[in-house]
């Protein structure tokens, strides 16, 4: 890499930092630090955009390489059957979900998904690389993480594994950070961080933020900001239910929710996302732009189909009738953000509230 690629980049760093802060999105100035100093670009060597304006492969060798990769956006950096499998999250999303693990020094941390390993570089240049392991169901992607990591001068732990299992020889963590979605939080993860200790990770189309009790249970609030990662998934898969197709034997009913309240409401996509885990979605448009009809489906086959006033649905679950419930949920309480919702993990299951602990709205599991 050329003497300027380097200076471009420190730049870019110093710009991307700067920017962060004056939106309001970084308030700690060592996490600033942090940020100008770790090279997002030597483990985003090529990539795909996730942007609006459509996907596209690009390498260091693209004259736009470097402000891309600076640019506080998304990059795909693994395709598995043409679906995005692996990605460098957002840097504000990511510092986001840093600022929320409220690190100190001396607190030993697990990474559950390593990527492109640029946030385990980010926990090392904060806390040392001694107290860093990071956990990667793709050996492939564990293995060049760790030869970039080292590239850079970092030498966290990367374990090739499950990271649903969180990394026991490694326990007790003081924190542990997820950057997969997820639809439930894993019980290993409550037996393996320290009592008082952080979990932060995404649920459904948030990002939440638990604190470990003293009797294997959590509890915390959503973060205020949208939040979307690729799902949890085993080696080579995609992590997302195939569509099942239209089933013949299907019941039709009239509904009167609109469809752009389903579609396009982002507020209300999350609450969805937490009343019906690992739902597929898809939208169609009219000539006139608007949205003419939503389409759904789950890993266990169930299919919802509504157009026009009409909803088909078929299979073990009846999605548009959780639809409508969750919609309703949400009109009646004043269509709540996200930091209104909490979660509590505990031996019982998981249990999602709004405001308080006490008023559940949804028992997590996930269909099929």
């Not at 299992?165 to 924190?175: E, K």
Request: net charge negative; with cysteine.
């Amino acid at each position: 890499m050329t003497t300027h690629t380097q200076e471009r980049a420190t730049e870019l760093r110093a710009t991307l930092a700067a920017a962060l802060e004056a939106s309001g999105q970084l308030s700690d100035p060592t996490w600033r630090k942090v940020f100008e100093t770790v090279p997002r670009h030597v483990f985003v060597p090529e990539f795909w955009t996730l942007a609006d304006r459509g996907r596209r492969q690009v390498t260091a060798a693209d004259e736009d390489w470097l402000d891309l990769v600076y640019a506080d956006d998304a990059l795909a950096t693994q395709m598995t059957d043409g679906v995005a499998t692996s990605s460098s999250t957002a840097p504000g999303l990511m510092l986001r979900m840093l600022q929320a693990l409220d690190v100190a020094a001396g607190h030993r941390v697990l990474e559950v998904a390593t990527g492109t390993g640029y946030n385990a570089a980010l926990l090392s240049q904060r806390l040392g690389s001694d107290l860093v392991t990071t956990i990667e169901v793709d050996p492939a992607l564990a293995d060049l993480a760790h030869v970039r990591l080292k590239d850079c001068g970092y030498t966290p732990l990367v374990v090739a594994g499950d990271g649903r299992a969180g990394y026991q020889a490694g326990a007790p963590y003081d924190r542990l950070i997820a950057t997969c979605g997820f639809t439930t939080v894993p019980a290993a993860w409550l037996e393996q961080v320290r009592p008082a200790g952080v979990i932060v990770c995404p649920l459904g189309g948030g990002t939440v933020r638990l604190v470990v009790g003293d009797s294997g249970r959590a509890e915390g609030r959503f973060l205020p900001a949208r939040s979307y990662f690729m799902a949890v998934r085993d080696a080579g898969a995609s992590g997302t239910a195939p569509h099942p197709g239209r089933p013949a034997a299907a019941a039709d009913r009239p509904t009167a929710l609109d469809l752009a309240a389903v579609a396009e409401d982002e507020a209300f996509r999350f609450v969805l996302s937490l009343a019906v885990p690992d739902l597929g979605f898809a939208s169609e448009r009219g000539a006139n732009r608007l949205v003419s009809a939503v389409e759904l489906w789950a890993a266990d086959g169930s299919w919802a189909r509504a157009e026009g006033g009409t909803v088909r649905q078929a299979g073990p679950h009846l999605l548009w009738d959780a639809v409508e419930a969750a919609h309703m949920l949400f009109v009646e309480n004043g269509q709540p953000g996200r930091e209104r919702f909490g979660v509590t993990v505990s031996s019982d299951g998981q249990r999602i509230w709004l405001d308080h602990p006490s008023q559940e709205v949804f028992h997590a599991c996930a269909l099929g």
